[in-house]
């Protein structure tokens, strides 16, 4: 029986114009009333989560890619990168050509160019920037409470980008905008979706059993496993949705609302 759901957001709840349909938000709204717990589950820092969406009724955020989790307003962890390993990191972003953004417990922060080259990813993607407030910084080595980043435009691809960061950082394909070999999100080794999961449900008193997650990305993959009731939208890719129990439509096609009616979890 299930009893919380976690959603992603960029690609499950809104698609790359930053576009919630009617359909999906009287979902959220129907699936609530009948009292399954919400949880939202984004490699999005907290800060860069749309406002229309925290506004929807959720119990819980997970964000930075499973490093950050609230409920019902309160921080039930967080988990920051050292700055010797954050260092070491853009170190070898650096080294490979890399534009980056950080994300931690004050927002986004990158440098200039940084800044300047994921603009022009957006625009040449038909995204809306105006939920991506950056911070400009001269050195993004300074900054503290870090607890993940993005990069793009490396001269090596994910695998081999994977094979040459620090050992206590984990790199897995871009999950937004632009997915493509170059382009990769960094955390820390451990630190995922499904991890934070298991801390929240554990907190709860909730079974793995009685979890649903619904995502398209590749950093939605581990929680795709880990739940009880799992669904890959129709816009994900075939390696995501071969690890799901179930397929709905595209985010375009109202995929979530689709889902719940699959599971009989609203009328």
Same mark, same amino acid.
């Given at each position: 029986?299930?009893?919380?759901?976690?959603?992603?957001?960029?690609?499950? /709840? @809104?698609?790359?114009? #930053?576009?919630i349909?009617?359909?999906? @938000?009287?979902?959220?709204?129907?699936?609530?009333?009948?009292? =399954?717990?919400?949880?939202?589950?984004?490699?999005?820092?907290l800060?860069?989560? %749309?406002?229309? +969406?925290k506004?929807l009724?959720?119990?819980?955020?997970? !964000?930075?890619?499973?490093?950050?989790?609230?409920?019902?307003? #309160? @921080? +039930?962890?967080?988990? #920051?990168?050292?700055?010797d390993?954050?260092?070491?990191?853009i170190?070898?972003?650096?080294?490979?050509h890399a534009?980056?953004?950080?994300?931690?417990?004050?927002g986004?922060?990158?440098?200039?160019? $940084?800044?300047?080259?994921?603009?022009?990813? /957006?625009s040449?993607?038909g995204?809306?920037? $105006?939920?991506?407030?950056? *911070?400009k910084? &001269?050195?993004p080595?300074?900054?503290?409470?870090?607890?993940s980043?993005?990069?793009?435009?490396?001269?090596?691809?994910?695998?081999?980008?994977?094979m040459?960061v %620090?050992?206590?950082? *984990?790199?897995?394909?871009?999950?937004? !905008?632009?997915?493509?070999?170059?382009?990769?999100?960094?955390?820390?080794?451990?630190?995922?979706?499904?991890? !934070?999961?298991?801390?929240?449900i554990?907190h /709860?008193?909730? #079974? *793995?059993? &009685?979890?649903?997650a619904?995502?398209?990305? %590749?950093?939605d993959r581990e929680?795709?496993?880990?739940?009880?009731?799992?669904v890959?939208?129709?816009?994900?890719?075939q390696?995501?949705?071969? +690890?799901? $129990? =179930?397929?709905?439509q $595209?985010?375009? *096609?109202?995929g979530?609302?689709?889902?719940?009616? !699959?599971?009989?979890?609203i009328?």
């Amino acid at each position: 029986m299930i009893k919380i759901i976690f959603l992603d957001i960029d690609g499950t /709840l @809104i698609n790359y114009k #930053q576009e919630i349909s009617n359909r999906t @938000i009287e979902a959220i709204h129907e699936v609530k009333k009948k009292g =399954y717990l919400l949880s939202i589950c984004t490699g999005r820092a907290l800060d860069t989560i %749309p406002s229309f +969406l925290k506004e929807l009724p959720f119990d819980g955020i997970i !964000a930075s890619a499973g490093a950050h989790a609230v409920w019902k307003g #309160q @921080i +039930l962890f967080r988990d #920051q990168m050292s700055q010797d390993l954050l260092s070491r990191t853009i170190d070898v972003l650096e080294a490979h050509h890399a534009h980056y953004i950080l994300d931690g417990r004050n927002g986004k922060f990158a440098n200039e160019e $940084s800044i300047n080259q994921f603009r022009t990813l /957006l625009s040449d993607k038909g995204i809306d920037d $105006s939920d991506f407030a950056i *911070q400009k910084v &001269e050195d993004p080595r300074t900054i503290e409470g870090v607890e993940s980043g993005m990069y793009y435009h490396a001269d090596i691809d994910v695998k081999s980008m994977g094979m040459a960061v %620090p050992e206590g950082i *984990q790199i897995t394909p871009m999950s937004f !905008a632009d997915r493509n070999q170059f382009n990769g999100e960094f955390t820390q080794k451990g630190i995922h979706k499904a991890s !934070a999961i298991l801390k929240v449900i554990t907190h /709860l008193g909730i #079974q *793995q059993d &009685e979890v649903m997650a619904i995502g398209d990305g %590749p950093n939605d993959r581990e929680m795709l496993m880990f739940a009880g009731t799992s669904v890959a939208m129709g816009n994900a890719e075939q390696e995501t949705k071969k +690890l799901a $129990s =179930y397929v709905t439509q $595209s985010v375009d *096609q109202d995929g979530v609302y689709h889902a719940f009616k !699959a599971f009989n979890l609203i009328d």
